[in-house]
């Protein structure tokens, strides 16, 4: 019998690097390899890389530098590792990486990563593969069905790739360069998949895509079909109980989307919709297309179909020329709309972008103090979420064993962290709780056998 290899693959960055992560497992399996959770007894070590932001990037180089140490110890002892950067990093740098970290044996990018079993085998003593590649073929016909335990072992929640890349060229991104135009995927082949994820115990699935809100994928009827439409159809998969997607661009937000959130009692009521700036003259300086009252508008409408949603966005602050009044506009945006999660940034040049090349790029020091300002006010505004639901009773859906014995973990509709007592058994059910208390990072629950579900932040 052949020895089991074992691959370890650490994801960087989005939802979108956690899925093909899963799916390079899914490419291995055949070829003998089985997940670890460490480097350390790893056969094959997978940085799987994120390009977004420098700091991002720079996390890679320092990684690599001990798995350097690592497969030097490991070689002492005969055995061989191989290194491989995959990802937006890998994309954005091919050859560079090579040369500048010599352990690394294969850099693969986000579209190649079907073919990992030829490409490690070209590399590997000494020869150095770097596949960047945008292939014709359609990576998704490549990739194996993982069985059935694998994907329940996954647990509950899982997430779906529907629509890949980019074509809203904000000056700050690197996305349209790293993952290429945006392509979306045939409602038939999500679908099949949906149905294998429902089959395997999966009850909530998140549809992820770089801009998940312009998907036009061609629908069964030889037609295209929008996210609105799509999901109107995955809700009628037995099994799957609750839908979400991410993440989402303000001037795709459609009449059928928002619709969606009004009639289907399976998508949750949850909205992650960046919108970076409140500031018009920076949205328009980012290529945002939308001002702050189109966005705005756009909140109003999904909250007279949705009135408890709970609403989630991403802020950078520095972007260059963003003078003290711009931010200003930023801070009166949070507080109107009242974001229930949200996630912040400091402006960070990214090599080929338009903003890069901006007069006005702001001291770090600036950055800083904005970004202080901005997560206190963001912060105060979640709580203040979180406080709301204090009393309500709701569904939440129990993913995992809590943090103490006894203890089980869940997420409540509006994507909440909620712990209560109860027993394995219970995961994967979706159970009616009272809220109890809002703690810093979690809200604390109490089962109610039988009890109908008021979910009522709609007074927020
Ligand atoms: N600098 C800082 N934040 C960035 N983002 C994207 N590019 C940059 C950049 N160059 C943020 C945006 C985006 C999120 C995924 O990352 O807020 O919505
Ligand atoms: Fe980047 Fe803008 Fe596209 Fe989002 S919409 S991936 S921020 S270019």
Known sequence: ?????????????????????????????????????????????????????????????????????????????????SVVVAGCVAQAEG?????????????????????????????????????????????????????????????????????????????????????????????????????????????????????????????????????????????????????RYTTSHPRDMDAALIAAHRDLPTLMPYLHLPVQSGSDRILAAMNRQHTGDDYRRIIDEVRAARPDIALSSDFIVGFPGETDADFADTLRLVREVGFASAYSFKYSPRPGTPAAERDGQLPEAVKAARLAVLQAALDESRRAFNAATVGIVTEVLVEREGRHPGQLAGKSPYLQAVQFDGEGAQIGGIITVEITEAGPNSLFGRPLAGATVRDGVAAL
């Open 1 to 81: 019998m052949s020895h089991v290899k074992k691959v370890f693959i650490k994801s960087y960055g989005c939802q979108m690097n956690v899925y093909d992560a899963e799916r390079m497992a899914d490419v291995l399996a055949p070829e003998g390899y089985v997940e670890t959770a460490t480097a350390d007894d790893a056969d094959l070590v997978i940085l799987n890389t994120c390009h977004i932001r420098e700091k991002a990037a720079e996390k890679v180089y320092s990684e690599l530098g001990r798995l350097r140490q690592l497969k030097s110890e490991r070689a002492a002892e005969g055995k061989a590792t």
């Open 95 to 243: 050859g560079e990486i090579t040369r500048r970290a010599p352990v690394v044996d294969l850099v693969v990018g986000p579209q190649s990563y079907h073919r990992l079993p030829s490409l490690l085998a070209r590399s590997g003593n000494g020869a150095k593969v770097v596949d960047t590649e945008f292939p014709a073929e359609d990576k998704f016909d490549h990739l194996p069905t993982p069985a059935r335990a694998v994907t329940k072992a996954r647990g509950v929640s899982a997430f779906l790739t529907v629509q890949e890349g980019c074509d809203k060229f904000c000056t700050f991104c690197v996305v349209p360069y790293t993952r290429g135009a945006e392509v979306s995927r045939p409602v038939a082949k999500i679908l099949a998949e949906a149905e294998r994820l429902a089959d395997a115990g999966v009850r909530e699935i998140t549809l992820i895509g770089q801009n998940v809100n312009a998907y036009h994928g061609e629908g069964p009827d030889g037609r295209t079909w929008t996210l609105g439409r799509l999901l109107e159809r995955l809700s009628t998969v037995p099994g799957i109980a609750r839908l």
